[in-house]
Structure formats: structure tokens, C-alpha cells
């Protein structure tokens, strides 16, 4: 059963940075593309950033610029780097992995952004 567990959320300051890490239990090249999405009470859930098999990476229009998607092959780890972070940024974060037509996501990590 592949598993997905994320870490690094927490409470940053506006225009603060953080770094989300998501754990896999299997190796990240068996997935077609990795990502990260949040979801805030009573809103749908919403894509932040996809990145590839291949390394080709994708944001949404109010992440780009702020927000940083990686991996690391070797330790099976998928990263999201937040700067200037604000407000309006503040959900449950949660990492994601496509096997064929296969959706497996995490538990989700709090990223509160508040003064």
C-alpha cells in the first residue's frame, strides 16, 4: 500500500518561508507525477504545484513565483518551498502521487500564516 506522509507545516509570520516534506513508502519514480494541494474549511480542494516524473513542474497562478516544488529520487521525498508566504495561504496542505489513474494522498499538514 503505497503511503504519503507530510511535514514542516506550521505558524509563520506574513511573509515568512517554510518548507513542506512529503515521505513516500515507495520509490517516487513509480508515480506519473507527484504534487501538492490545499484545501481550506467549506472551499474545494486546490492544485498548488505538480511535478513530473521528468522534473517538469506546474503552479497555480497565486503560488508562481512564491512557491518551489522538488524531489529527491534517492530519499523518496517530495518538497514544497513557501516564501513570502500571506495570509490567504493558510490550509491543509496535502501531498499527492498519480499511478496510472491512481490518486494517493496524505494526511495533510496545518500551514497557518497569521501575525
Known amino acids: 500500500q503505497v503511503q504519503l506522509v507530510e511535514s514542516g507545516g506550521g505558524l509563520v509570520q506574513p511573509g515568512g518561508s517554510l518548507r513542506l516534506s512529503c515521505a513516500a513508502s515507495?520509490?517516487?519514480?513509480?508515480?506519473?507525477?507527484m504534487g501538492w494541494s490545499r484545501q481550506v474549511p467549506g472551499k474545494q480542494r486546490e492544485k498548488v504545484a505538480t511535478?513530473?516524473?521528468?522534473?517538469?513542474?506546474n503552479y497555480a497562478g497565486s503560488v508562481k513565483d512564491r512557491f518551489s516544488v522538488s524531489n529527491d529520487n534517492a530519499k523518496n521525498m517530495v518538497y514544497l518551498q513557501m516564501n513570502n508566504l500571506k495570509p490567504e495561504d493558510t490550509a491543509l496542505y496535502y501531498c499527492?502521487?498519480?499511478?496510472?489513474?491512481?490518486?494517493?494522498w496524505g494526511q495533510g499538514t496545518q500551514v497557518t500564516v497569521s501575525s
Open positions: 511535478i513530473t516524473r521528468g522534473g517538469s513542474t
Open positions: 515507495e520509490n517516487i519514480n513509480i508515480f506519473t507525477a
Open positions: 499527492s502521487g498519480l499511478i496510472n489513474t491512481t490518486i494517493y
